[in-house]
């Protein structure tokens, strides 16, 4: 399979089955890059299987492709521990509210992390905690070594969107 050696992106569209989705897997464990709905990322079958575990550690690049189905808030803590190398995310939640949870685990999880967004469908009454300032705070506290040139930082909220860019 030398064109997987050459891909290193993959989209798992509706479509795809779940068998389909691990032959292909292991056919090309070089896979990098991440599009995938939403539905086939919670579903257990997927995320739990043992057998795609190593190829989750060396995704560096996930979006998430809405399909009536959002990330829940208690999925993040998950989230980042399967896919531990990310250093983009793209997802869509429901509320801001779960915003805040998958992005606080990125914060305290995601080491190599420098860029997400996170598409929301009901804003809240809640004040936006994600300032400029917490972002560099926050990671200075959990990364200490891990350098981040504050002038590079950037956090928006439009207020369908949360996006997030630390370099």
């Given at each position: 399979?030398?064109i997987?050696?050459?891909?290193?992106?993959?989209?798992?569209?509706?479509?795809?089955?779940?068998?389909?989705?691990?032959?292909?897997?292991?056919?090309?464990?070089?896979?990098?890059?991440?599009?995938?709905?939403?539905?086939l990322?919670?579903?257990?079958?997927?995320?739990?299987?043992?057998?795609?575990?190593?190829?989750?550690?060396?995704?560096?690049?996930?979006?998430?492709?809405?399909?009536?189905?959002?990330?829940?808030?208690?999925?993040?803590?998950?989230?980042?521990?399967?896919?531990?190398?990310?250093c983009?995310v793209?997802?869509?939640?429901?509320?801001?509210?779960?915003?805040?949870?998958?992005?606080?685990?990125?914060?305290?999880?995601?080491?190599?992390?420098?860029?997400?967004?996170?598409?929301?469908?009901?804003?809240?009454?809640?004040?936006?905690?994600?300032?400029?300032?917490?972002?560099?705070?926050?990671?200075?506290?959990?990364?200490?070594?891990?350098?981040?040139?504050?002038?590079?930082?950037?956090?928006?909220?439009n207020?369908?969107?949360?996006?997030?860019?630390?370099?």
């Amino acid at each position: 399979m030398e064109i997987c050696s050459i891909y290193s992106a993959v989209n798992l569209l509706y479509k795809m089955n779940i068998m389909t989705i691990f032959c292909y897997f292991r056919a090309c464990p070089n896979i990098t890059n991440l599009c995938i709905i939403t539905r086939l990322l919670v579903l257990s079958k997927f995320i739990d299987n043992p057998s795609l575990l190593p190829i989750f550690k060396r995704i560096k690049t996930i979006v998430s492709i809405p399909d009536n189905i959002y990330i829940p808030s208690s999925f993040s803590s998950k989230f980042v521990e399967r896919f531990p190398s990310l250093c983009q995310v793209g997802l869509q939640v429901f509320s801001f509210d779960n915003c805040v949870f998958i992005i606080d685990e990125c914060l305290n999880h995601l080491k190599n992390w420098s860029r997400i967004k996170i598409h929301y469908y009901q804003d809240t009454l809640l004040d936006d905690p994600f300032s400029r300032d917490y972002i560099i705070e926050k990671r200075r506290e959990t990364f200490p070594n891990n350098i981040i040139d504050e002038q590079m930082v950037i956090v928006k909220n439009n207020g369908e969107a949360v996006e997030i860019r630390l370099a």
